[in-house]
């Protein structure tokens, strides 16, 4: 075997229905003064809001709220939350992969800038022009089951003006505790449950063959795939049991994507996502998974179709030799998409065609480590070609 280091999360989580009730007591360990950052409908509607205002309230933990998130945060929603908030020794998030990304960009800005910064400022950071070497505390309140951001020290922001759609973090942006409860989960409509839980499953399966892998992530992808295979489309059916174990899978994903990252999948995802900020990041990732797993199978070495043999094998496929039998993971992943009902195509979620070869050009770009971590060498002229079969 050859050496490897493992730099493993180090959020405190608190699995379990009804377990938001803990959020107050969780949080109080780390000051009196909590910024709540969450979504203006889904969590008001589904009351689970009112729960986590009223544990805090009963823990001593004052808080001001922002609840103007978009979908694609942007540096102007990262500035409002921040200008949102009254000197916080806390942030709390509660939402889904959004509301993480705005409310650890948040918890950077506060502790790096004291204060409101202005959009440039906030920039430096998400660009890698400087080091997220100090963050607020986070306790991560998950309400969907695909980011992996409760346990992961990513964030990510939009920059409009440069058409910019990054990956950023560090360690200080690894949330300290995450509150896990699967009712929440509950509320996920089931188009919701099924973008999500794909992104998850690209989480594991991308990591899984990462230039960055090693034997612990392994092991972790593996389970966490077969889960994927067994549980995510009665998830989207809204079984009970299997939104739970989707919760467990989306931990999955975001322990392996914080050691061995992502690939080619995700950074061609961001750069339609900067592109058409309107396109769910789940969405973006169906559009584009099978065409990268069929480049990588196509151009990899022995080790890298081995690797690809064993998804398939874990999603059911008539796997007898996992090198010559990796064509059939691009099958594997297009069936599941078909299954969960998240299968399309570039065209169909409105990207034109003209604009493919920006997209790539932009995901070299800004999601330089991504590619750098793909299986195969990637060029720009190739993520042209991924993107056009994509289309």
Known sequence: MEDFDYNHSRTELHFGRGRREDVGDVTAAY???????????????????DDVVESLEEADVSSSVFDDVDPNPTLKTVVGCVEASDDPEVVVALGGGSVLDTAKTAALSIAAFGGTPTKEQVWDYASGDLSVDVAAPVVAVPSTSGTGSHVDPWAVVTNEEETAKVGFGGRPLVPVEAVVDPEIAMHMPPELAARTGFDAFCHLNEAF?????????????????????????????????????????????????????????????????????????????????????????????????????????????????RKLDAPLAGDAFRELMEDVGVATSLSELGVKEAEIESIAANAAVYMGPAIRANPTEIEKDDLVSVLEKAY
């Open 31 to 49: 000051g009196d003064e909590a910024h709540l950052v969450t979504t203006r409908s889904a969590m008001q509607e589904s009351g689970v809001l």
């Open 209 to 321: 063959v990462s230039t960055r892998n090693d034997p612990v992530t392994d092991a972790l992808a593996l389970r966490g795939v077969e889960e994927v295979g067994n549980h995510l489309s009665d998830s989207v059916e809204g079984d009970s049991h299997a939104r739970d174990e989707m919760t467990v899978v989306d931990t999955l994903g975001g322990f392996c994507e914080t050691t061995a990252g992502v690939i080619a999948t995700h950074a061609l995802a961001h750069g339609v996502g900067a592109f058409h900020p309107e396109v769910a990041h789940g969405d973006a990732l169906a559009a584009v998974a099978a065409e990268v797993v069929d480049y990588n199978v196509e151009n990899g070495d022995d080790e890298t179709k081995r690797r690809y043999g064993m998804l398939a094998e874990r999603l059911g496929a008539p796997v007898a030799d």
